[in-house]
């Protein structure tokens, strides 16, 4: 019986072996980083873009292109900070206006040949933006014959108790935003009476902007019970139900605040001019009008063209709420401290 | 004894030569997971700790002082605390009668449903938040609790994952005890409970302390279930060490709550250790077959009052329950993912064969890479773990010996101790040019399932000890008498009773690693994403497609994990009328 055993235990160690034929290690092609025909964009979690793009790039540079994903906006930017004397890569995009300072400040891009309106520092490029605004479920408003809120001061009105959620600020980037357009709206010393009322009329913070939007929002498809959640401009154009002409949901464009992604060189790049050259191709109009498809924001380039329902249900906001990027890296820690403190408790 | 052995062919007597092979072999037993460890966790975790404590080449310890006077560090350290020890306590209270009714009965469906248990345990903590939140959700079907964003919440998902933990290391052994001891105790006059409280308990302590110490350390160190359910109000020091690491890059906090969290983690393995210790010893182990007993929820006919049916019938009760309140997140995913623009459908099942869009690989590919890295971790935790459960499993005779072998054991503990964003951003310090080798490890595919593997240890290890140890030492003595060399005693009889755990082992390992999430989400390069980090990305997104995708992706990988969990548990089986 013993033998009978080993028997299977032979046959088990055989599968496993054949089985290690499809194993990840074993398929392992030679890593080619760090030669001057392969070029690694480090980028953040929701970067992305339409099938064949990059390939295209391949194409026309003869280059290689790896793309390495270390987790959302300030996880990327934090690594980045880590690892400045060994970069992960040779360019970087997805440090949005909220980080950029730090970025600059740390050393960790250096200076671009790029030329487009809005570089920050003569290192940073702007690829695009969008505006992280208050959205309300039309539907919902209709149903109960209520009037929607407008601006942000409106939100801490009685009629509003208990209908707005918004994603936490300290673990989301936009919940970061917003608590930005508040700081923008009301001042360094203003805002955090702001959020005590919003807290008083019933405010209900979710972990970030899928939990916000899927499970609390009304409007998001799973029948949520607040009405009224933080989230982008582009957001309403996903609403318009099957057969229908206009979206169920819309953004106020007076609570806004203007978020930028830049893109940049690494210092010490293991092919800074490879580098240079996809910097530049994310400023071209192949990528910049696939970017609202594959991205959901705005391009930055002036000839890039939006998508017709974009034009139509996602209108931009033409004053948004503005804080100094130097401010917000000498005060990010100090805010989002207060802000958990206040809203938190 | 139920153990017989086949009498083993006249080896030549263990000569110097045989000797010093076995010390070889020890040597290496010990030293090949010693560097694995070293190499892929302690250099990453000390070099990241090490970076907020040095500041210009000076050690600065003042980062204590700062953080320890914060009000907040004191009510972190609390919650972390609380949180784990209810949901250990939890865990273990229900999963004792879980293991009882799924490893000690026979009834239809038992592979399926021991498979279900399982689940829960690899579900992306995104989706299962999502699940959870709901169903508690005011207007949710159990809004009327008024659960949602409460610590309630927060240690129901606990138990929610961790509850397959304490059933499956228990029932293993369980199974596996000889009933014939508490069948003694009956017949000498001891009530059912009486019976199991003094016979059967004592026997399963070391099982239950094992599974408590990883639920206690799974608990200790959740991270997304505790931010989507409960927010940063019940933060642990896991979340914290998040916040301040990705978020405000304050190194130096972050280094000293690690160091907060070592202390606390080897505080509990500690505690672990003693109950097993003073429990620890040879059982009597049978086949599953000798002790498992058809599960009757009427009274046999012929059978007397007070032979234990109640004690049956309650056990079987909480683990219906428990098995239905398990269900009704999952359900809820399902139905979730069948919802539609247009109503009901299988889109979001469809669209999986796509990139979405937004993925750089479709989902399907996504998960072939999840299942390939999967193997590789598994094979990985397989030798190092068998390697530390077959060296702690001995009992030197030598205190320094024994010593040792207890600090081993909670070494290879650790990594389920220490924070995901602690180790990860370690990589990144530690493997670029590792030893000044020619390669970036940092970007590389091979490091995912090592960083997985490194997590998937501690459960082989936790799942063939108990086993290992309850063999009785006789045995091998009396293999050696026979004239075994100890290489064929420790083949006979160690390897392959061993073996018949390792069917769990290898189900847990390959589960631990298709959901491991956080060291990988650091790693996983885009061009092979697993399917959690894929899940997580589509979740992300703005688009009704996306979170469906999502949704559907993650019944996806609940179906693959219990498909595999029930093809490990046939591996095990040793077949009608097994005899070893």
Not at chain 2, 192 to 205: G, N
Not at chain 2, 438 to 457: G, K, N, Y
Request: aromatic fraction near 8%.
């Amino acid at each position: 019986m013993a033998r009978i055993h080993s028997l299977r235990v032979v046959g088990t160690a055989a599968v496993v072996a054949a089985l290690a034929g499809c194993s990840a290690i074993g398929s392992d092609e030679p890593s080619a980083s760090a030669s001057s025909d392969t070029v690694t964009l480090v980028t953040h979690d929701s970067f992305a873009l339409s099938e064949g793009i990059l390939a295209d790039f391949e194409e026309q540079t003869g280059l290689t292109v790896e793309v390495v994903q270390p987790g959302d906006g300030g996880t990327l930017v934090n690594q980045l900070v880590l690892t400045k004397d060994a970069p992960l890569g040779d360019v970087v995009f997805g440090i949005d206006n909220t980080f950029a300072s730090r970025a600059v400040d740390e050393g960790v891009v250096a200076p671009t040949t790029t030329e487009a309106e809005g570089v920050f520092e003569g290192a940073l490029v702007p690829i695009d933006y969008g505006d992280v605004c208050i959205n309300v479920d039309h539907t919902w408003f209709a149903a109960h014959g209520l009037a929607e809120p407008v601006t942000l001061e409106d939100l801490t009105e009685p009629e509003y108790k208990d209908l707005l959620v918004v994603p936490n600020a300290v673990t989301s980037s936009p919940g970061l935003s917003f608590l930005l357009a508040t700081v923008g709206a009301f001042g360094e010393d203003g805002w955090q009476d702001y959020w005590s009322a919003l807290k008083a009329n019933g405010l209900k913070v979710a972990d970030g902007w899928s939990d916000a939007y899927y499970t609390d929002f009304s409007g998001g498809g799973a029948d949520g019970p607040r009405p009224i959640v933080l989230s982008y401009a582009s957001s309403p154009p996903y609403t318009v139900p099957e057969g229908g002409t206009a979206p169920t949901t819309g953004a106020l464009l007076d609570t806004c605040f203007r978020q930028t992604e830049y893109a940049g060189v690494l210092t010490g790049a293991a092919n800074p001019t490879g580098a240079q050259q996809l910097l530049d191709f994310l400023r071209t109009d192949e990528v910049q009008n696939d970017i609202p498809v594959s991205m959901y924001m705005y391009p930055s380039s002036p000839t890039a063209t939006l998508p017709a329902e974009w034009a139509a249900f996602a209108p931009l906001a033409t004053d948004p709420f503005e804080v100094d990027p130097a401010d917000i890296t000498e005060n990010r820690e100090a805010w989002l401290t207060e802000w958990s403190d206040t809203v938190i408790g | 004894m139920t153990v017989t052995l086949d009498r083993p062919d006249a080896a030549p007597s263990a000569g110097a030569s045989g000797r010093s092979r076995v010390v070889a072999f020890w040597v290496v037993a010990v030293a090949v997971p010693l560097v694995f460890l070293g190499l892929f966790f302690a250099w990453p975790v000390v070099e990241m700790i090490a970076k907020g404590f040095v500041v210009d080449g000076h050690l600065d310890l003042g980062g204590f002082a700062d953080v320890f006077s914060r009000p907040r560090t004191w009510r972190i350290i609390g919650l972390t605390l609380a949180q784990a020890s209810l949901g250990t306590l939890l865990s273990v209270a229900l999963g004792v009668p879980g293991a009882y009714v799924l490893y000690r009965h026979t009834f239809r469906g038992r592979t399926l449903l021991r498979a279900f248990v399982t689940v829960p345990f690899v579900l992306p903590t995104v989706v299962v938040g999502v699940a959870f939140r709901s169903l508690l959700v005011s207007g949710g079907p159990l809004g009327f609790l008024q659960l949602d964003g409460t610590f309630a919440a927060i240690v129901a998902a606990l138990v929610f994952f961790n509850y397959a933990v304490v059933v499956r290391a228990v029932g293993g052994l369980w199974e596996r005890l000889d009933p014939r001891a508490e069948q003694a105790a009956r017949a000498l006059g001891a009530s059912p409970w009486r019976a199991f409280r003094t016979v059967t308990l004592p026997a399963l302590t070391p099982a239950i302390a094992s599974a408590a110490s990883l639920t206690f350390l799974y608990c200790a160190t959740a991270f997304g279930t505790v931010l989507v359910l409960g927010g940063l109000q019940f933060g642990t020091i896991e979340t914290e060490i998040w916040v301040q690491t990705t978020q405000f890059l304050d190194l130096r906090a972050a280094a000293v709550l690690s160091v907060v969290q070592l202390v606390v983690v080897a505080g509990a393995l500690a505690v672990a250790a003693r109950a097993r210790s003073t429990r620890e010893r040879a059982l009597a182990l049978t086949l599953p077959d000798a002790s498992v007993r058809p599960l009757r929820l009427r009274r046999p006919a012929g059978m007397p009052a007070g032979d234990g049916h109640a004690l049956t019938l309650v056990a079987t009760t909480v683990t219906a329950v428990v098995v239905l309140l398990l269900a009704l997140p999952l359900v809820n995913l399902v139905v979730r993912s069948l919802r539609t623009d247009a109503g009901w459908g299988l889109d979001h099942y469809t669209a999986l064969g796509t990139t979405g869009g937004a993925l750089t690989v479709t989902v399907w590919q996504a998960t072939l890479n999840s299942l390939r890295v999967a193997l590789d971790a598994t094979v990985i935790a397989l030798v190092v773990g068998g390697l530390v459960a077959l060296v702690v499993s001995r009992r030197p005779r030598r205190a320094i010996g024994r010593r040792a072998v207890v600090g081993l054991d909670a070494l290879f503990m650790l990594p389920l101790g220490v924070s995901a964003v602690t180790v990860g951003f370690g990589f990144l310090l530690s493997m670029h040019h590792p030893f000044g080798l020619p390669v970036d490890l940092r970007t590389s595919p091979v490091l995912v399932p090592i960083a997985q593997a490194v997590v998937a240890v501690p459960l082989v290890v936790r799942t063939v000890l108990p086993v290992l140890r309850a063999i009785d030492p006789r045995l091998r003595e009396a293999a050696a008498t026979l004239g075994a060399a100890p290489g064929r005693v420790l083949r006979t009889v160690d390897l392959s009773i061993a073996t018949r755990s390792l069917g769990l082992a290898v189900g847990f390992a390959f589960a631990a690693s298709l959901g491991e999430f956080g060291a990988t989400s650091f790693l996983a390069r885009p061009d092979r994403p697993t399917l959690p980090v894929v899940i997580f990305r589509l979740i992300g997104r703005p688009g009704p497609e996306s979170y469906g995708m999502a949704l559907a992706a993650s019944v996806v990988l609940a179906l693959l994990t219990a498909g595999i969990v029930a093809l490990c548990e046939r591996l095990r089986a040793p077949g009608a009328g097994g005899e070893w």
